[in-house]
């Protein structure tokens, strides 16, 4: 089978204090945020950090009921999920539910920057969140 996967595209981090991880990725390993953006839709603000072709993915709640909201009382702060480049959001994600594969999108939905998403349920993937990120053409 030929990898769904193309690249990573970000490695999402849950903060309590999106400010204080900003000015602590900039002061301790000069690294500067290259985009910002409320995703009203998962009541999160993120963000991201261009590392090489990646980016690292800050995210904070922007309201009680967000699933970042409820991660950050059960586990607190830390890795959040991965997010993995596809070519098309679509196949990748009718490919895994085709396996029986657990999604939690049926259907790819807007992300950030332009991009399609859809999240794959961490009991599927070995504990650990999954993203996957069609970039706009």
């Not at 009718?94 to 794959?120: H, W, Y």
Request: with cysteine; net charge negative.
């Amino acid at each position: 089978m030929e990898s769904l996967l193309t690249d990573i595209d970000h490695v999402a981090i849950a903060v309590r204090d999106i400010e204080a991880a900003i000015a602590w990725y900039a002061e301790n390993l000069g690294a500067q945020v290259v985009h910002r953006e409320d995703v009203a839709s998962d009541g999160v603000r993120e963000a991201l950090i261009k590392v090489g072709g990646s980016y690292i993915q800050l995210l904070t709640p922007s309201r009680d009921d967000s699933t970042v909201a409820a991660f950050l009382e059960r586990r607190g702060e830390g890795l959040h999920h991965v997010g993995y480049r596809v070519s098309s959001c679509a196949q990748a994600l009718e490919a895994l539910k085709a396996s029986g594969s657990r999604v939690l999108d049926e259907v790819p939905r807007p992300g950030s920057r332009g991009t399609t998403i859809a999240f794959v349920h961490p009991k599927t993937s070995f504990g650990t969140l999954i993203e996957l990120v069609e970039e706009s053409s």
